[in-house]
């Protein structure tokens, strides 16, 4: 069998077209930074019958809380002498839906492998470090090193997740969607303003009428590729991804007429490859889009806007545009 089978796709909607199909997902809970643990903790639950001497952790219950995406989460974790047994989800104000998937996987995969190496779940990083960050306290006072665990490997399919195009040697993966969720209008005009054939023709777009011949077309086994679809089709009719964790599908996977997935033709896919999209980091401006020195004070002359600058909560054109009439305004004296 061909090596592209174990290219992995990765499917998702595109919403518009800029450059070639692609869109912005639903909004989804901040990935902005590492979160770091609260180190509000309470009196370990314990009984004399509980300890047992000369074992890796002092056997117990221990309640620990971390800081999630809303607020607080609060979890309480059950050792053994030798491992950590139960993780249960006391309190958190997490969102609905967009939680369930590290509330339900993490402290699995934790279990599981006995290890804090575990992968935050995509679209949902706050609450799923904030469930990391609080059983690693929960660690440390059953007297166990959770900087130890951060380190025990994990198995490959617990690995697999946001980091999977990344493992392969080439790491392209696929954008697939139909004739229902491309952005593709009657007229062959994109969302984004683009001819859809215009695209084709530039090797930025793939189309074909079955499943089969667009494998075919991206050199990709066709029965390894229906499979897969098939597989996501399941997980947005059920909301459960058990191969990726996938914890968000969007609205736009339904149909028409209510069938969820992908699978009226024509059908659309391009190559992807990760990249960085932004970063938060960047020059300190005041109000009027004036750097800030060392000294605090605004430094005569020097103006920044868009993603050069630091501290934004926003990003991309909005930023650009806002921060940009800023600027102008302010070097202009209105």
Do not use: W
Not at 286 to 301: K, M, Q, R
């Amino acid at each position: 069998m061909k090596s592209v089978r174990k290219k992995i796709l990765l499917f998702g909607l595109t919403a518009m077209m800029s450059v070639s199909l692609a869109a912005c997902g639903p909004k989804e809970e901040s990935t902005g930074g590492t979160t770091t643990a609260g180190t509000d903790t309470t009196t370990a639950k314990e009984s004399e019958e509980d300890v047992t001497a000369g074992g890796t952790y002092t056997a117990g219950t221990y309640t620990a809380t971390a800081k999630g995406n809303n607020g607080d989460v609060t979890l309480e974790v059950t050792f053994d002498s030798d491992a950590i047994k139960s993780i249960e989800i006391k309190e958190h104000g997490e969102t609905p839906g967009i939680s369930d998937a590290p509330i339900a996987k993490i402290p699995e995969s934790i279990i599981a492998n006995q290890s804090l190496n575990i992968d935050a779940i995509t679209g949902a990083t706050n609450t799923s470090n904030a469930i990391l960050n609080a059983v690693a306290d929960a660690v440390n006072q059953a007297g166990g090193d959770a900087e130890a665990l951060k380190k025990v490997e994990v198995a490959a399919n617990e690995a697999a997740g946001e980091n999977a195009a990344l493992a392969q040697t080439d790491g392209i993966f696929y954008m697939v969607c139909d004739k229902n969720n491309a952005g593709v209008g009657e007229d062959g005009i994109t969302y984004g303003g683009q001819n859809i054939q215009d695209l084709i023709d530039a090797g930025l777009v793939v189309k074909a009428d079955t499943l089969e011949e667009l494998a075919e077309l991206i050199d990709v086994d066709p029965a390894t590729f229906v499979e897969t679809i098939e597989k996501f089709n399941e997980a947005v009719k059920t909301g459960v991804d058990p191969e990726f964790n996938r914890a968000s599908f969007g609205g736009d996977f339904i149909n028409p007429d209510g069938n969820p997935g992908i699978f009226e033709p024509p059908f659309y896919t391009g190559p992807r490859t990760p990249s960085a999209h932004i970063t938060k980091g960047g020059l300190k401006v005041n109000t009027s889009a004036e750097v800030i020195g060392t000294d605090g004070n605004a430094i005569p002359g020097l103006y920044a806007a868009g993603e050069v600058t630091g501290g934004r909560t926003v990003a991309g054109l909005l930023e650009a545009m806002t921060s940009g009439r800023t600027a102008g305004k302010t070097i202009m004296g209105k």
